[in-house]
């Protein structure tokens, strides 16, 4: 066994239960000596930690991975703060069978759920170690942290903990650094927080276990391979003096160049700045520096304004040779009218490069003086066959001779041609190239650098089918609707242009009066002409196939330009399908979650979901990315922000947005309804603005940073008091508003925009009462919460009349249930109203908008009513997810803005737009896959405890959902199984099934749960069985083979928190468990599950403990009616 585990690669470590004795080395040393501890030998060898111990010992190992400073993944570039935070994750696995039952007894089965392979019990991080070095031959440290006890790996602050920093950070400057950790294995104390939540549930049983707090390991990991960050500018004045913003000569002219003698010295390092507005590429030596698009991001440029940084130490020549800088520069946002067109604002840039540490270059422009002096005229003029030697700044016309961001790109294949290697030392300037000149009014913002992932190229997708629905013109599907572009293999001589043309749909008779099939709509796009053309020009050779080869071929695609769009027009030549592929492009940030359902429209559901998402995340969150709009839409980023959030590790991402959003407040604390500030109204209509304190909670709850916190805190204090003043002048009932609860089915009275701005406020003063607790901020918690208490009733008094809330259509009724609004006595009343317009009167059909869509489904779930809600996303017919995804007309890939997307009018009618599907896609993974981070308290936010709730229904249309998340803590994963109790039990467990006790009243339902919990974090699982209609069930709960409910003493790291004939509440320690829940429910309730009558309306219980939301009208948690 020894020999085997000396092969396992770095960085990993082996650990053992017993004995109790810390094994450390330093990262770069191995230990002198082997040592004889007690019962076991343990010893460090080059590949791993070793512990071989008595026959009970447990070995495990352990990684470090995941690397990241401020929230981006390493390399991490662009870091401008002088103290970053550095995060990373450590993930244990057994090499042998795990101890598990009380009684001691090892898992028999090494394929069961504790055998080896398995995340191990009850790992927790005790200490770390981070080295920061200089990235460079000396490599010299400028902090070594030593030994620091905590379990934080999240967001540890530089110099922060443990030993001063040695030197501060430099800007401009390449840094490496690693992480060793010593992790221990403890039988888990009990969870006060949790135990304190229990009790406040009143008529609940709190079973006490046995707590010996025994520590059981101990020990220290290999140092995680050295991970690089590279710093920007944090003295912006400083580190910008000698540079200039400079624009070229004439607005044509988007190519900028300047050679560079770096001295007759090696490069250790190298290191480029540059903001391109809008858009730029940089280039040295002929070699673009990065892969990253769309550079640098979109900001209000009125106050900051963004910059790249980039590593280029593997592309700078030293030893006294020549390079060449370029900057290719587009319109992007920044030179950007209304409508697309280029403005009269020029693009400008401004840039510096550092070799070991010192500038080398820097956008200046010459004086009129030194150009004369060089036999330059009128000193603004190049004159030809200038060399690499001339080191100032030239600008000339590339071949992009139009581009926009709604309108596309047209491109010069002569202008190409006369401009190859334009970049190069190699090249020659001639006339067609002039100086460059300091800008007469650059950009007033501050320079930031965005501390974000930027837009990449992160897929393709093969051309699916090629048609001709008229002559020359061909149409290509690519299957999915996408934000990006397109990349086609053109002959590389041709005459005359080839125009590409992109659309979200193919002309049907829903929305075109006389349609052609097979041809692309674009109506919908309103004034945004998304065409690129590709430009050859006459005289230029033969079009055609003959003599094709792969020296005949160019591949063209567009650079300071993307569409939205799954159709391409190809017109001025036929292409063969293999020629064309899509290009999708977004913010960098990896994919984190995943959830997958036994139903198929439901995954389809999930998958236009993410693939909206997908195609929303540009340098902002967008609203859509093919029509003349793509705006940061607040009221869209705060639908999706908990969505996104499962989705995509987006973190870095909705901070730098967040920044964006608070840009637009103004002095009295408003805000507008989109960021960056460019289109929209202020104030915003307050389900807009609801996206500031909304989005910081929601990171907060997903990160546990109180840095967030702290960071926007006065400006969320600033804006709810902009909101206070509003509603305590004018009263809810009056409160200012803009949209309401858009997009609501038409035909349907849409619910009071008053009631749903009123909403959106109850709800935002009870985040920033959370908020304020966590940061310890007593006397604003109780404001708040007075507040809350206040408007809450208020809101009752404003909008309850008649015996229901406003017009009474599904919003208006799910939304005050959600706050809290409906007294005791009107609950149920309330309840059984939205069930019954939602079951009985719409027969499983929304009528809601975007708002009322996202807190219905949350307020089924936590009445008890997933089952109720699941259906209702299994509906095919018009109004339905469903209908949008297997219409006949035009079956959707992501998902619509509107209901009737087939048939509306093209002013308003994207077929990507995030505001539903960011509606629908938390609560999937929240109440569907059952899996949800903590209460946003210091104690369990950031996924140090991890909520599972698999959904008992009596009608639950699934009998499968598997969902899996990468949090900050590590890997989260739940799959749950429902089926009869006749299936045969699964190996591991250790009873017979219970049969049902009447079998003409009763149905008996098992189910199989499977958890994961990464290390340092606790689980709470809730299994809520008191919405079973119309009688509760007797629960039977069996783990590792004991009946948790009945034995004297739980499985080790197990504890019950409450235990009632219908509510069970685990609190589980960190690693892999497998339960198995017995349960019955009324046959006779079941028996309806296929009609449209709801049964058992009343609610029972607030979702078994899940903080937040559905409090009563006292501001109370946890308090709701029972039947």
């Known amino acids: 066994m020894g020999l085997a585990l000396f092969q396992m690669p770095l960085p990993k470590v082996f650990f053992t239960t017993k004995p109790a004795w810390p094994v450390l080395t330093t990262p770069q040393t191995k230990p002198s000596i082997y040592r004889t501890m007690g019962p076991g030998l343990c010893f460090l060898a080059t590949a791993a930690l070793i512990c071989l111990l008595s026959r009970h010992a447990l070995a495990y190992e352990c990684t470090i991975t995941n690397p990241r400073v401020e929230y981006m993944p390493c390399p991490a570039m662009g870091i401008d703060v002088a103290s970053p935070r550095f995060g990373w994750i450590v993930e244990c696995a057994s090499t042998s069978s795990i101890h598990t039952a009380a009684s001691g007894s090892s898992s028999p089965n090494s394929k069961g759920p504790n055998g080896a392979g398995t995340p191990v019990r009850g790992t927790y991080q005790q200490a770390f170690q981070i080295i920061v070095t200089a990235a460079d031959a000396d490599g010299a440290v400028v902090w070594d942290s030593g030994r620091v ?65 025994r520590r059981t390991g101990s020990a220290r990991s290999q140092a995680m391979p050295a991970a ?213 009014a650059p950009p007033p913002g501050k320079l930031v650098a965005p501390k974000m992932p930027p837009v990449r190229r992160v897929a393709e997708l093969p051309a699916l089918s090629l048609s001709e629905p008229a002559p020359g013109v061909f149409v290509v599907d690519f299957g999915q609707n996408i934000a990006g572009r397109v990349a086609i293999s053109l002959p590389r001589t041709g005459t005359g242009n080839v125009t590409l043309r992109h659309a979200e749909v193919l002309q049907h008779t829903g929305i075109t009066a006389h349609p052609v099939p097979g041809m692309i709509s674009t109506d919908n796009l309103r004034s945004a002409r998304a065409t690129d053309v590709y430009m050859y020009g006459e005289g230029q050779g033969p079009d055609g196939r003959s003599g ?89 980023a705060q639908l999706s922000g908990e969505e996104v959030l499962f989705n995509f590790d987006v973190v870095a991402t909705l901070i730098k947005f967040v920044r964006d959003i608070c840009d637009t407040q103004n002095e009295v604390g408003q805000i507008a309804d989109t960021a ?147 007294p005791p006595d009107l609950q149920e009343s309330i309840a059984d109203k939205l069930v019954r317009d939602l079951v009985e009167t719409h027969r499983y059909h929304a009528t809601t908008g975007i708002i009322g869509m996202k807190y219905m489904l949350e307020v089924l779930s936590r009445m008890g009513k997933t089952d109720v ?120 467990s250790s009873k017979e099934l219970r049969p049902s006790t009447n079998s003409s009243k009763s149905s008996c339902r098992r189910l199989l749960t499977s958890i994961l919990i990464p290390l340092g974090s606790r689980g709470h699982v809730i299994l809520d069985g008191r919405t079973l209609a119309p009688t509760s069930p007797a629960f039977t709960v069996h783990i590792d083979g004991v009946d948790v409910l009945e034995a004297s003493l739980e499985p080790w790291g197990l504890e019950v928190l409450q235990a009632t004939d219908s509510l069970v509440e685990l609190s589980l320690t960190s690693g892999t468990w497998m339960i198995e829940t017995l349960f019955e429910v009324n046959a006779e309730a079941a028996s309806l599950c296929d009609t449209d009558t709801a049964f058992s309306l009343s609610p029972r219980g607030g979702g078994g403990g899940y903080s937040g939301g559905m409090q009563d009208a006292t501001g109370a948690e946890g308090v709701t009616a029972t039947s």
Not at 202 to 212: E, Y
Not at 567 to 588: F, I, T
Not at 738 to 748: K, R, T
Not at 888 to 900: K, Q, S
């Open 228 to 440: 690089r960050f590279v710093t920007g500018m944090l003295n912006v004045t400083h580190d910008l003096s000698g540079a200039h913003w400079l624009v070229a000569k004439s607005s044509g002219q988007n190519l900028c160049r300047a050679p560079v003698q770096v001295g007759d010295v090696a490069v250790e390092r190298a290191v480029l700045l540059v903001a391109g507005l809008g858009y730029h590429v940089a280039s040295l030596n002929g070699r673009r520096v990065s892969d990253a698009e769309l550079e640098s991001g979109w900001t209000d440029y009125e106050r900051r304004v963004p910059y790249s940084v980039y590593d280029v130490t593997g592309l700078v020549r030293g030893q006294g040779a020549w390079n060449v800088l370029g900057v290719a520069l587009g319109n992007g946002w920044y030179a950007t009218w209304g409508g697309g067109e280029p403005s009269r604002v020029r693009k400008t840039f401004i840039a510096k490069l550092f070799v070991n540490g010192k500038e080398v270059l820097a956008s200046t422009a010459a004086t009129r003086a030194e150009k004369k002096g060089r036999g330059e005229g009128d000193g603004t003029a190049v004159s030809s066959e200038r060399g690499a030697d001339d080191a100032l700044w030239v600008c000339g016309e590339g071949p992009v001779v139009y581009d926009s961001l709604y309108n596309g790109e047209v491109f010069d294949a002569r202008r190409a041609s006369r401009v190859q290697g334009w970049d190069t030392p190699e090249f020659k300037i001639d006339s067609h190239w002039d100086f460059a000149m300091i800008a007469p």
């Open 149 to 213: 006890e905590s379990m934080e790996s999240r967001h540890v602050v530089f110099g922060s903990v443990g030993r001063s920093p040695q030197a501060a950070l430099s800007s401009a400057t390449a840094y490496d650094w690693t992480v060793s950790v010593w992790v221990a294995t403890d039988v888990p104390r009990k969870n006060v927080a949790l135990e304190g939540r229990a009790r406040n549930v009143a008529g609940k049983k709190i079973l006490k276990v046995q707590d010996t707090g």
């Open 676 to 822: 960056p500030f460019t289109f929209g109204g202020r104030p915003a209509d307050p389900s807009w603005g609801s996206a500031l304190p909304s989005l910081v909670f929601y990171l907060f709850t997903a990160t546990g940073d109180t840095l967030v916190l702290q960071e926007f805190y006065p400006y969320l204090v600033k804006y709810l008091d902009s909101l206070l003043v509003a509603a305590e002048i004018a009263g809810l009932a009056n409160l200012y508003k803009s949209y309401g609860d858009w997009c609501a089915l038409p035909g349907v009275p849409m619910c009071s925009p008053h009631l749903t701005g009123s909403f959106s406020f109850l709800e935002n003063v009870r985040q920033m009462a959370e908020m304020a607790a966590a940061l310890g901020k007593t006397q604003d918690e109780k404001i708040y919460l007075a507040y809350h208490q206040s408007f809450t009733r208020a809101f009752h008094g404003a909008f309850y009349r008649n015996g229901t809330y406003d017009n009474g259509v599904q919003t208006c009724l799910a939304l005050p249930l959600w706050a809290g609004a409906v």
């Open 548 to 636: 094709r080869g792969e020296g005949d071929v160019v591949v063209y695609e567009p650079t300071f330009t993307y569409h939205g769009f799954r159709y391409l027009e190809v017109r001025g030549y036929e292409p063969r399908l293999s020629d064309v592929k899509a290009v999708v492009l977004q913010s960098d940030a990896a994919p984190t979650g995943n959830i997958e359902f036994s139903d198929s429209l439901l995954n389809q559901l999930q998958a236009a979901i993410f693939w909206g998402q997908r195609g929303n995340l540009m340098s902002v969150p967008t609203d859509c990315p093919q029509r003349d709009e793509r705006k940061g839409w607040l009221g869209d």
């Open 869 to 988: 809600a699941a259906r209702m996303l299994q509906q095919r017919d018009y109004p339905s997810f469903g209908y949008m995804l297997t219409n006949p007309h035009e079956p959707a890939t992501t998902i619509w803005e509107l209901w009737n997307g087939d048939q509306a009018g093209p002013e308003m009618n994207s077929r990507n737009h995030v505001m539903f599907g960011g509606s629908v896609g938390g609560w999937l993974y929240k109440f569907l896959g059952g899996v949800r981070a903590g209460p946003a308290s210091l104690a369990a936010a950031g996924y140090r405890e991890v909520e599972f709730a698999p959904p008992l229904g009596t009608c639950m249309p699934l009998t499968k959902v598997s969902t899996s998340l990468q949090t900050l803590q590590g890997r989260v994963r739940m799959d749950w199984e429902l089926g009869p109790c006749e299936e045969a039990s699964p190996p591991w």
